[in-house]
């Protein structure tokens, strides 16, 4: 089975739909099976003192003016929708509230998505399995008690998910990896696992694939210097270009794990019973 690759577009459109219809252009050039944003309520996510506290940014002086600068509203999300299906490509955002999960049900998004930070977020996490779509479940900041809820609040509602091993870091440390862990989670609870990455460079996220990741998921971005505090985790589209071509190649080097003789061996079978 292929892996289900998808460009992490999240915030890095930095409010801006020129761009975030960039983007999408590059995950599609690259070959992605879909493109992911995220979606807050921000009176419902932030306090009150958090938003009035000072914050340098192109929209303002303070942390609301920020995190409403980042928000796409309806008109927006309305021409992503109309954008992606006309381009043929598969959306889904991770919504940080019970408000903008109802938001995004509008469209109808065939995936879910639940963000580490949002794992033990009881009312977010029944909001999204009642919904019975297919669900990526990241992982980062938690402990196996806090996995085990969540994916007991999914089988209750009988809601498919995909467990995604991550690492919580922007940028991650390759050394802080440990894709043995995709494994040991597949095993620990039965599901596919696959890999959210926030790691410098495609080299991790191809070996998570050699490691029997099923998806997996990287921020992009047009220029890691622009504004934003994804950025600097996120990759460019020649180098997302390059790990959807890796990770094909490493689909056919993984091959079946049959053990047969392929026709070239075949051959050299055959020819060698004439040296002996």
Not at 84 to 95: D, E, P
Not at 161 to 187: G, K, Q, R, V
Not at 267 to 275: A, F, L, R, T, Y
């Amino acid at each position: 089975m292929k892996t289900f690759i998808t460009a992490e577009i999240g915030i890095n459109h930095n409010g801006d739909l020129g761009l975030a219809k960039r983007l999408i252009d590059a995950a599609l050039v690259a070959g992605c099976n879909a493109v992911k944003f995220q979606k807050r309520t921000v009176e419902k996510v932030y306090t009150k003192e958090y938003l009035d506290g000072p914050r340098e940014s192109p929209w303002g002086h303070t942390q609301r003016a920020q995190k409403e600068g980042l928000e796409f509203g309806k008109e927006a999300y309305d021409a992503i929708d109309a954008y992606c299906r006309g381009k043929g490509i598969l959306w889904y955002a991770s919504a940080w509230d019970v408000e903008a999960q109802k938001f995004l049900r509008q469209y109808d998004c065939k995936y879910n998505k639940v963000a580490s930070a949002m794992l033990t977020k009881d009312e977010l996490l029944e909001e999204v399995a009642k919904e019975g779509k297919y669900t990526f479940l990241a992982t980062g900041m938690s402990t196996y008690e806090e996995i085990d809820h969540a994916v007991e609040i999914f089988r209750t509602h009988h809601c498919p998910f995909e467990l995604m091993h991550c690492n919580s870091t922007y940028p991650m440390p390759e050394a802080d990896a440990n894709l043995n862990l995709i494994a040991a989670l597949a095993d620990k609870y039965g599901c596919r696992t696959g890999y959210s990455g926030h790691e410098a460079g495609t080299l991790v996220s191809v070996c998570a694939v050699a490691a029997g990741a099923s998806s997996i998921e990287r921020h992009i971005t047009l220029d890691r210097n622009m504004y934003g505090s994804d950025q600097k985790a996120s990759i460019e589209p020649y180098e997302l270009c390059r790990l959807v071509r890796d990770i094909r190649s490493v689909e056919k080097i993984m091959g079946t794990g049959e053990k047969i003789l392929t026709p070239s061996e075949e051959e050299v079978k055959k020819n060698s019973g004439d040296n002996k």
